[in-house]
């Protein structure tokens, strides 16, 4: 067997080979192979990941178990949830840094830079949606008195300057600002625009969050109460991520059924057929940053196409003629090979080499029909 192109490499054929080892490379060969054809660099090894996000599950299992109503039919380069085009939704962990204001700012409860690693995007992934998601640790906080609020702003980091005038604070740009008269436990924010622009590095320099509490009439009633007080709401905040959903269109075919049937034993027969296979993750050491599926039936072709050929084994003319010719010239010609004619997707879920939860759609993952070719 002889590796033809990155496209097979996804085909569960070669997938078996490059795990049994049957293509005779070493083993750390092989394991960068099938990860590049994953879209990684490295195996990942997740130091501290984060929980996943349940948004993140809830796609995932609507992908394998296709609802009964519409079986086989979910696009597989869309992602319905957010109504927009992909095949990649990763949620990326916030990389900033608590920030220390500089003087008694009293009514000033969080002041926090937000930083996401938008490189990990391969150049030809198309961003379909960025949204910002700020958690806090308790539901329905009130602003701590009659006619006050919070106010949440978010501005564009200003880039590192040399001088130190204007101040950091002055130079930054508002991107959004809102009030809220109580703060809830998940706010969502639409950054599409901004994460585009995102994918340039030199401009990624991410945000600066900032969670104050103010009166709205700007009275001066909330100056003379410990900090505290104002701010016990705000304490709660947990952290801040970037769900970001792209489309990577070389890895998009037209939409089509998903697998029909798994294969039920059937009789023993030397004809070329799918055989199952069950790949298992932590067979291969994948297990500690795979997150789901721990495997999965890939199968793989395997038997005989013998003369005279029969529809069945959805040859094509050429190899109706190569059996023949094999019949008369055994020595001199061989018998066609028995291959994956069909193959469908699988969705997986796994951490990347910087710990943020990714669902990858994958085609060409598993064998559903052979033939002789
Ligand atoms: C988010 O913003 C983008 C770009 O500004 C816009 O096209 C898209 O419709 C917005 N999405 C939602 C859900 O509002
Ligand atoms: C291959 O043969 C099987 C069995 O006859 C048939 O169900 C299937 O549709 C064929 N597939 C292709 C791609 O021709």
Known sequence: MRLVSWRAVFAAGLFWALISGTLGMDLSTRESLLLKSLGLSAKPSPRSPAPV????????????????WSP???????VEEFNVPGNIVRVFS????????????????????????LSVLEDGEQLTMAQ?????????????????VFELRLYRAPPPSLRE???PAARRRLLLAQSFAQLHKL????????GRDWRTPS???GLVLEISVSSGTGSSALLGRPPGNFCAGADSFLDASLLVVSLQPGQCKASRKKRSSYYAPVMPSS????????ISFSDVGWENWIIAPQGYMANYCLGECPFPLTTELNSTNHAILQTMVHSLDPEGTPQPCCVPVRLSPISVLFYDNHDNVVLRHYEDMVVDECGCR
């Not at 996000?53 to 178990?65: A, Y």
Request: with cysteine.
């Open 165 to 167: 005038l204007p101040s």
């Open 203 to 205: 401009r990624n320099l």
């Open 72 to 78: 086989g039919q979910e696009d597989a380069c869309r």
């Open 271 to 278: 004809l070329c057929k799918p055989r199952r296979l069950y």
């Open 132 to 148: 910002l998601q700020l958690q806090f640790g308790h539901n329905s906080y009130r602003a701590p008195g009659p006619g006050q």
């Open 53 to 68: 996000p349940s948004v993140l599950w809830r796609i995932f299992q609507k992908r394998e178990i296709p609802s009964p």
């Open 94 to 117: 916030d990389q900033g840094h608590f920030l220390h204001s500089g003087g008694p700012r009293t009514l000033l409860c969080l002041e926090k830079h937000l930083y996401f690693t």
């Open 187 to 194: 706010l969502l924010f639409n950054l599409t625009q901004v």
